[in-house]
Nanobody, 123 residues
Framework: QVQLVESGGGLVQAGGSLRLSCAAS????????MGWFRQASGKEREFVAA????????AYADSVKGRFTISRDNAENTMYLQMNSLKPEDTAVYYC????????????????WGQGTQVTVSS
């Protein structure tokens, strides 16, 4: 198992930037593909970005391509989401997720989840 803790959320003005972090426990971080998901009020949780076990492959939702960058540092057991040019529609609770194996974007494929961190983008 792996435990995940997100940090870095907050309130930011439209056009600004935030950097989210996801810290994982244990020494087996490198066996997990990782992902970021978000859930806005009244909406279903949706895929944002994912990264393979070694960081060699990434995937992004169309809505964030060119603005968000996912990365990981396996030596530090940490995954990041750099969020630039933020828009009000990016407002949501952002969740870190992990699964054993290859990169995938389907939410149900992830069986480990953090508690989430709130990102609010004002106009």
């Amino acid at each position: 198992q792996v435990q995940l803790v997100e940090s870095g959320g907050g309130l930011v003005q439209a056009g600004g930037s935030l950097r989210l972090s996801c810290a994982a426990s244990g020494r087996t971080f490198s066996i997990y593909a990782m992902g970021w998901f978000r859930q806005a009020s009244g909406k279903e949780r949706e895929f944002v970005a994912a990264i393979s076990r070694d960081g060699g492959r990434t995937a992004y939702a169309d809505s964030v391509k060119g603005r968000f960058t996912i990365s990981r540092d396996n030596a530090e057991n940490t995954m990041y989401l750099q969020m630039n040019s933020l828009k009000p529609e990016d407002t949501a609770v952002y969740y870190c997720a992990a699964r054993q194996g290859v990169i995938i974007i389907r939410r149900a494929a992830y069986n480990y989840w953090g508690q989430g961190t709130q990102v609010t983008v004002s106009s």
